[in-house]
């Protein structure tokens, strides 16, 4: 999967998994810390144009996010620092200014119009077939953007695709190239092998002292023990500090007057209905009847007030739901009803009763209560919502605060025991870890990070853009070492062993293979096989785009598509986890033709269009690259490695 993203990380398959994370988490980002608390400012620059730590730590941790959400659990410390995000988000804000750069230079604009219809069309924004305002600026304040932020990011997206659009336009595929990628995906090959197992050449193997100190020597660096830190932290979670935050009468009534189209609602309806159940399945006579039987009581709705209503409700509607109810089916707004109800519900006037509407569930009567027009909601009924809002606002801002102020207190000497306690914190004391390795419950690895380039007893703080935020204080330092040979010889030994007893399994196979080739190849693998001892199996039959039967996942494709009648034996053995493998080609399947409908043809078409498109950015990105004067600040990237 890692290397699917890798390589398809710019496609629009890719980009739409990816959105509805990246809403949520654009513009979110981690302060970057040297020693003493000072800001790094630049990250890098290009044709001196400086990108900010600022910048880089938000694309840096949006990156991270994403695949936590895509990883979840399987996300180790490990797989992330094979990844190397860091050096990939600085790539991607390279890139990025690159071609709006280039954007500009080409007098490439996007109109307000553009910018407009594509945030109309984003599905996080819409409700079924609409755009949803009130979707769309919780999303925003969610991530901490205003309308103008997202739009500008988006006007700056629409204009990268348009010169991507101006390269890429003319892209076509010819049939020729439909047919050899039908036939490259279809064809199949089905092997013959032969498994020479490790195991039994293992008790024949021995290890001397002088092989092991030799061993020993040469491979020191694998042994090493990286640098640990103990360290002594304090969460400053905002949620802490929030009802600790004054909220002034005043305060909420400026954030209303200020925000109240946040607060804006539909007109809405309140109804009640009487609802004749047609089963599933009921021919036209079992329909018209029960039509009649609604058309009785729709003539005696009309006559009475909603008091009638309701008691005619109770004796007839077959709505499980609001039957006790007299009907009632409270107050909706238009997208909560099913279109015919909908649209017979917002023609009434209060107190009209409509006529008979028929749903996916039956028959309805529908009685119009009353009006609630639309608007902003009353103040006294978003009081309470505001002053949440204005007290988790004001928390982080508490939070900052007190973590700004201990800093010193504790630089001063100070312990972070007394300066938690005296907010009803706790300092917690972490195992020793370093670097790459996470403390449960500590979000990010700036504290760690920081804290190696620290001395024992330094005092400094994490405050990156998103809390929480941490103080902490460096308790315990232990340099790199290698261990003495003593430490590690059992897993030398034993490192040896099963180099020795592949080596000889190898060696084995080399044999087999050589003498299938003088006995006359491949007809001659299984007697050859058996009279060694060793098994000969066949895969059976199977394409590029499938695992291997019984050797998967053995990175041997291109080996197995690449043998032929001319040459059918392996070059050389397959050396798999628990053997080594000598491969034969049994037999080639072209592709069944039959199978390249209109529909293939024109999927693969698609496929290989977007193949071509994404070579012709790759090669424009790699050459304005080439072009510009790149300069990066190794120290930012040593603390985010």
Request: charged residues 30%; glycine residues 6%.
């Amino acid at each position: 999967m890692l290397g699917f993203m890798r390589k398809h990380s710019r496609s629009s398959f890719i980009k739409i998994i990816f959105w509805m994370i990246i809403v949520v988490f654009v513009f979110w980002g981690v302060g970057v810390m040297v020693a003493g608390g000072d800001k790094v400012n630049v990250a890098a620059t290009v044709d001196g144009e400086p990108i900010s730590v600022q910048t880089y730590a938000r694309a840096h941790e949006r990156m991270q996010q994403i695949y936590r959400e895509l990883y979840k659990e399987n996300l180790s410390p490990q797989l992330l620092a094979q990844m190397n995000l860091g050096q990939r988000a600085l790539d991607d804000l390279v890139t990025e200014m690159l071609l709006k750069r280039e954007a500009g230079r080409l007098g490439l604009q996007v109109t307000d119009d553009e910018v407009r219809e594509a945030i109309l069309d984003i599905p996080a924004f819409r409700d079924g077939a609409r755009f949803d305002r009130t979707r769309y600026l919780n999303t925003l304040r969610a991530s901490r953007l205003t309308p103008t932020e997202f739009e500008e990011s988006q006007r700056e997206a629409l204009l990268v695709n348009k010169l991507e659009g101006l390269l890429t336009d003319g892209i076509t595929v010819s049939d020729q190239e439909v047919k050899d990628l039908y036939a490259l995906e279809n064809e199949k090959v089905d092997i013959t092998f032969v498994k020479v197992p490790f195991a039994p050449f293992k008790d024949g193997v021995t290890v001397g002292d002088g092989e092991v100190a030799e061993y020993y020597e040469k491979n020191k660096e694998r042994f090493r023990k990286p640098e640990t830190v103990r360290i002594q932290y304090v969460t400053y979670a905002p949620e802490h500090f929030a009802e600790k935050v004054p909220v002034e009468e005043p305060s909420i009534k400026d954030y209303y007057e200020a925000h109240v189209s946040d607060y804006e609602q539909p007109e809405r309806l309140h109804l009640q209905h009487i609802l004749f159940l047609v089963p599933p399945g009921s021919d036209d006579a079992a329909k018209n009847a029960i039509k009649d039987k609604a058309a009785a009581v729709l003539a005696s709705a009309r006559t009475g007030d909603k008091a009638a209503f309701t008691e005619l409700a109770k004796k007839n509607s077959e709505d499980a739901m609001s039957v006790e109810n007299g009907g009632d089916l409270g107050v909706v707004a238009r997208g909560q009803l099913e279109a015919p109800l909908e649209d017979a519900a917002f023609t009434l006037n209060v107190g009209e009763v409509s006529d008979l509407v028929e749903s996916s569930r039956g028959y309805h009567i529908i009685r119009l209560d009353e009006k609630v027009p639309g608007g902003p909601k009353p103040f006294e009924d978003v009081r309470e919502e505001i002053v949440k809002e204005l007290r988790a606002r004001g928390a982080e801002d508490a939070a900052r605060s007190a973590l700004a102020a201990d800093l010193e207190k504790a630089r001063a000497g100070t312990s972070l025991e007394d300066l938690a306690a005296a907010h009803g914190l706790e300092a917690t004391l972490s195992k020793p870890v370093s670097r790459g390795q996470i403390i449960p419950g500590v979000k990010g690895p700036t504290m760690i990070n920081t804290a190696l380039v620290l001395e024992p007893g330094a005092v400094d703080q994490v405050m990156d853009a998103e809390p929480p935020f941490y103080l902490f204080k460096v308790n315990e330092k232990v340099a790199s070492t290698i261990p003495p040979l003593d430490d590690v010889r059992t897993g030398i030994v034993e490192a040896l062993t099963r180099e020795k007893t592949k080596e000889a399994a190898r060696v084995a196979a080399e044999a087999l293979l050589e003498a299938t080739r003088k006995a006359g190849g491949v007809a001659a693998l299984a007697a050859e096989a058996q009279a060694k001892g060793y098994a000969v199996d066949t895969t059976g039959p199977f394409s590029r785009s499938e695992a291997i039967p019984k050797l998967a996942p053995a990175p041997i494709r291109d080996e197995v598509f690449a043998l032929s009648t001319v040459n059918p034996l392996g070059a050389k053995p397959f050396i798999a986890p628990d053997a080594a493998i000598v491969l034969a080609l049994k037999e080639r399947i072209p592709a069944d033709e039959s199978g390249l409908t209109d529909e293939k043809k024109q999927a693969l078409r698609d496929q290989t269009a977007a193949r071509k498109r994404q070579e012709v950015l790759e090669s424009y990105r790699n050459e304005l690259r080439e072009r510009a004067e790149i300069t990066v600040n190794p120290d930012v990237m040593a603390r985010t490695s």
